[in-house]
């Protein structure tokens, strides 16, 4: 039996290029809004996922506040005095970030060079795959820094997991650091973290702070850990850590003291800020598919205007007019959405599967997006239907006599 | 019921323009279409016989007087019910056949049953059943209009106008585009479709066609004149 379905197939084939154009212009629309959206998720999932695996307690110091830059440095001496003075904390963590190179095994790598302790294991919850999270040091350059690293897709690809424990024997260079170069021992070796934002977290290596002070020549840290010993003291650790961190900086406000929640904010209000501009990009694509229906619905009313009117002559309704032109606007868009849902998690399991660093965290299935996924979609053809309202009305108030006479 | 014809004009006036362009496409026209009947309108082109055609079919609305189909008359405000009627009453066959070139002929000849939405009443003939009334072989079924002949093609344009069961048929000019021999094979379906009981008028300048019909009325600018 014919059926609506049947007229629209058969036109939309014989229109291929139209047909294809609307199709490729809500498939273009499709994947790159999944592509994006994937990315944005996979980030923040991602940061979440990594925030939760640090555990709920921590409270992070860094020098500087929004209103200005910091006087007095954070100091080992002042994470000292966090430890002991402040009450519920069950760990301080402190911190000197440097990027360095590590050219000892043929190809020279940047890495994050962590000086810290070992307490930084257990306020991240870092794990180790190998050997063991000991970074502890007498102070001796004459015997090997004990140093850990993170497994990062180079570092796997330079030595195996067995070389790195049995104590191969590394140097450190770098601008600002000594000339002499620095034998380390790998104590332990992280399990792979993936990336963030585009950065590879696993080109990392923690070395005993105070030998990255000696290196340096600085006692300026980059950032305090605090794990506080129960979540319902964050806030009181944080404020107490104010008070300190005030008194020992001459009552200059000068750090910023920051627990997991305010981070999480930080973190969210950043990504929805670059939702927003997404959102334009994406409305622009939107307004694209929604163009290229009405231009070619309108198109295909000026065709078929004949056909419009042999259909009325045979006892098609208005109605059935509107529905039969509706109808092949919504296929045209669904197949669009079909093909576009198709290739754009194919493109990004493609990203995710080859291409690493910020495209690691892509999710290529689009049920992952959860309902953005179904508004997505919902809004795409919505807005597809509104945009094809205006032609199928027009075809409706053909009248049968005008349609057959035009010709 | 046998008094109700099948489609009846009474002091029919159609016109088109405004103001000084006003033209009077249809003069006070009367015609009585009884049941069964074979009617032949003749006259020359712009005589008004497509006009009345279309009132016939409930395509167009008269500008003043009466329009009834099968005892219903002719609404001239309510396009949906003038389209109920034309779907369920009137069967359309015109000159250029005008069969939809996406659709196989079976489908074709599906198109008025998509449109009727008849929940109840007779079975409507199908397509095997309308092609054999139209004297062609059902392989044509398959085929696409422009894979038929233009003889052929009026046929199934007959047939698809049968589709529906429809109280009267309405054919304009449906041999204007065919050859003679292809005209006589037309003729002798209406012929056929006559013999049968179906209600027929056919408008047309060729003569020759009109000799076919059991009445013949002639028109010429914009009224029906004598009974020939």
């Known amino acids: ?407 | 019921m046998e008094d109700v014809p099948a489609a009846l004009l009474e002091d029919v006036t159609k016109e088109y323009g405004e103001g000084a362009n006003r033209v009077a496409a249809l003069k006070h026209v009367n015609l009585r279409v009884r049941r069964g009947e074979f009617l032949a309108v003749i006259g020359p082109s712009g005589s008004g016989k497509s006009t009345m055609l279309h009132l016939l079919g409930c395509m167009d609305v008269a500008t003043s007087g009466k329009v009834e189909i099968d005892g219903h008359p002719v609404p001239k405000e309510n396009d949906s019910e003038r389209t109920r009627l034309r779907g369920e009453k009137i069967g359309f066959v015109f000159q250029s056949f005008y069969l939809l070139g996406d659709l196989t002929i079976r489908e074709n000849l599906e198109l008025p049953k998509l449109f009727l939405r008849r929940r109840e009443g007779p079975t409507l003939p199908s397509p095997e059943e309308l092609i054999e009334t139209v004297n062609l072989p059902r392989r044509v079924l398959d085929r696409r209009p422009n894979q038929i002949s233009g003889g052929e093609a009026q046929r199934v344009a007959i047939a698809r106008a049968l589709a529906n069961d429809p109280t009267i048929l309405l054919c304009d000019e449906p041999t204007g585009n065919l050859d003679s021999h292809n005209s006589l094979a037309i003729m002798d379906v209406f012929d056929k479709l006559s013999a049968d009981g179906a209600t027929i008028v056919v408008v047309t300048h060729n003569p020759g066609i009109a000799q076919h019909a059991m009445r013949r009325v002639s028109m010429k600018d914009g009224m029906l004149s004598d009974e020939l």
Not at chain 1, 124 to 137: D, L, R, S, T
Not at chain 1, 170 to 195: D, E, F, K, Q
């Open chain 1, 1 to 407: 039996m014919t059926s609506r379905s049947t007229i629209a197939f058969r036109y939309m084939w014989r229109q291929k290029t139209r047909t294809g154009f609307v199709i490729a212009t809500y498939a273009a629309t499709v994947a790159v809004t999944l592509l994006i959206t994937s990315a944005v998720v996979g980030e923040e999932n991602y940061f979440l996922n990594e925030v939760s695996t640090v555990g709920a307690n921590w409270i992070y110091v860094y020098p500087g506040n929004g209103n200005s830059p910091s006087i007095y440095p954070l100091t080992e001496r002042a994470a000292g005095d966090i430890f002991r003075n402040v009450s519920h904390v069950s760990a301080v963590a402190p911190v000197m970030a440097v990027g360095l190179s590590v050219p000892s095994w043929g190809t020279a790598t940047s890495e994050d060079i962590v000086g810290t302790n070992s307490s930084v294991q257990g306020i991240f919850g870092y794990q180790v795959v190998a050997g063991a999270f000991n970074i502890n040091w007498n102070g001796n350059f004459s015997v090997p820094l004990p140093v850990v690293m993170g497994y990062s897709e180079w570092t796997g690809h330079a030595l195996s997991v067995g070389q790195m424990v049995s104590g191969s024997v590394v140097s450190l260079t770098g601008t600002g650091i000594s000339t002499r170069p620095v034998n380390m021992v790998i104590t332990g070796l992280l399990a792979p973290r993936g990336s963030l934002g585009g950065t590879d977290l696993d080109t990392l290596m923690f070395i005993p702070v105070q030998a990255l002070e000696n290196l340096t020549n600085s006692l300026s840290l980059t950032y305090i850990f605090v794990s506080a010993s129960d979540s319902k003291y964050v806030a009181q650790v944080a404020d107490d850590i104010s008070v300190l961190l005030l008194n020992l900086h001459k009552q200059y406000d000068d750090f910023t003291v920051t627990s997991e929640e305010s981070l999480v904010q930080l973190v969210q209000n950043e990504l929805n800020q670059f939702t927003s501009i997404i959102s334009l990009v994406e409305f622009t694509l939107l307004l694209l598919s929604a163009m290229s229906v009405f231009v070619v619905m309108m198109m295909a009313v000026k065709d078929r205007r004949r056909e419009v009117g042999v259909m009325r002559a045979i006892g098609a309704r208005r109605g059935d007019i509107m529905a039969q032109f509706l109808l092949e606007a919504s296929l045209m868009s669904v197949g669009g959405m079909i093909v576009g849902v198709g290739m754009g998690s194919a493109i990004a399991g493609y990203l995710k599967a080859n291409a690493g660093g910020f495209y690691a965290n892509l999710l290529p299935n689009p049920l992952d997006l959860g309902t953005y996924f179904v508004e997505l979609l919902c809004i795409l053809f919505a807005v597809g239907f509104l945009f094809s309202m205006a032609p199928a009305y027009q075809a409706s108030r053909l009248e049968a006599v005008e349609a057959l006479r035009s010709l």
